[in-house]
């Protein structure tokens, strides 16, 4: 491959990144907030498993207002990579 070629290809390549920055980076923070859910879901979880043979009434609230929460962020997830992938162009 000639100079120029590269350097048109290496531009090119460049001005596609810069094009999907903004996306990459809600993406970036929609796995951002999937682990925060995940691992306060785990917490939790290991808060009932500990209050065995009978979890409170405020734990099991608080455990159901998490899944609420963790479905919430779930659906927001799948929406973000769905409008990612429908713009890129990749089914």
Known sequence: MKQPQ???LFLSSSVKMKKHLPELEQLQTVRERATTSYS????????VYESQPLATSAIL???ENFVEQAEATNAAAKASVQDTKRNWNVS
């Not at 306060?40 to 808060?47: E, F, G, S």
């Open 6 to 8: 590269r350097k048109q």
């Open 61 to 63: 609230k608080l455990l």
């Open 40 to 47: 306060r879901l785990y917490t939790l979880l290991l808060r």
